[in-house]
C-alpha cells in the first residue's frame, strides 16, 4: 500500500480541527501522510519509515493513525481524528477540553458516561479531549451543554476490546 503527502484541500480541514485544541504552529504537519485504500486514513510517521515501507509491495500499515477522512452527502469530506491522533496532540491541548475528578476518571476508562459535577476545568464544547487532574489524555467525550459529557472512545477501550 503506498503512502502520500496531504493535498491542500486535506491538509486545510485537518488544520482547522486541530485548530480546535491545539496552538497549530506547534505540530509538525510533515509527518502526516494519507494511506488510501477503501478508507482514506491519515497517518503519523517520519519521512523515514514512509521511504522503507514503500520499498515493500505487501505493507497494510504503518505509522500510528491519526484520524480518517470520510466522503460527506454533501460531497465535502470530513476529518475525524482518532485516539491515537487525540494522543499525539495531547500535551498541548488548550481547547475543547475538560478535566475530570479521580473517580470519573476510572468510569470513563470503563467506557462509562460520566456528569457534568465531575468537571473540575472546562474549555469549550461538543467534541472534547477528556483529561484527568494529572492532564493526561483519558479520552474523546461530546459535551453538549447538559448534565451528561458521552464517552465517545477512551483509552481503556483497548482493554475491553482486546484493540
Known amino acids: 500500500m503506498k503512502h502520500r503527502h496531504l493535498k491542500d484541500e486535506e491538509l486545510k480541514i485537518i488544520k482547522t480541527q486541530l485548530n480546535n485544541y491545539i496552538d497549530i504552529s506547534l505540530f509538525d504537519?510533515?509527518?502526516?501522510?494519507?494511506?488510501?485504500?477503501?478508507?482514506?486514513?491519515?497517518?503519523?510517521?517520519?519521512?523515514?519509515?514512509?521511504e522503507n515501507a514503500n520499498k515493500f509491495t505487501n505493507i497494510h500499515f504503518i505509522g500510528i493513525s491519526f484520524?480518517?477522512?470520510e466522503l460527506k452527502q454533501t460531497g465535502k469530506y470530513k476529518f475525524t481524528m482518532s485516539l491515537e491522533g487525540m494522543s499525539i496532540i495531547g500535551n498541548n491541548i488548550s481547547k475543547n477540553y475538560i478535566v475530570i475528578n479521580d473517580k470519573s476518571e476510572?468510569?470513563?476508562?470503563?467506557?462509562?458516561?460520566?456528569?457534568?459535577?465531575?468537571?473540575?476545568e472546562m474549555?469549550?464544547?461538543?467534541?472534547?479531549?477528556?483529561?484527568?487532574?494529572?492532564?493526561?489524555?483519558?479520552?474523546?467525550?461530546?459535551?453538549?451543554?447538559?448534565?451528561?459529557?458521552?464517552?465517545i472512545v477512551d483509552k481503556g477501550w483497548y482493554l475491553r476490546k482486546g484493540g
Do not use: C, H, P, W
Open 29 to 50: 504537519f510533515d509527518k502526516l501522510y494519507i494511506m488510501e485504500d477503501e478508507k482514506i486514513e491519515v497517518i503519523y510517521a517520519t519521512k523515514e519509515v514512509i
Open 123 to 151: 474549555n469549550g464544547a461538543g467534541r472534547v479531549a477528556v483529561l484527568n487532574e494529572q492532564r493526561e489524555l483519558l479520552g474523546i467525550g461530546n459535551y453538549g451543554g447538559g448534565d451528561i459529557i458521552k464517552n
Open 67 to 69: 484520524g480518517s477522512f
Open 106 to 120: 476510572t468510569l470513563f476508562l470503563y467506557g462509562r458516561d460520566i456528569f457534568k459535577s465531575s468537571i473540575i
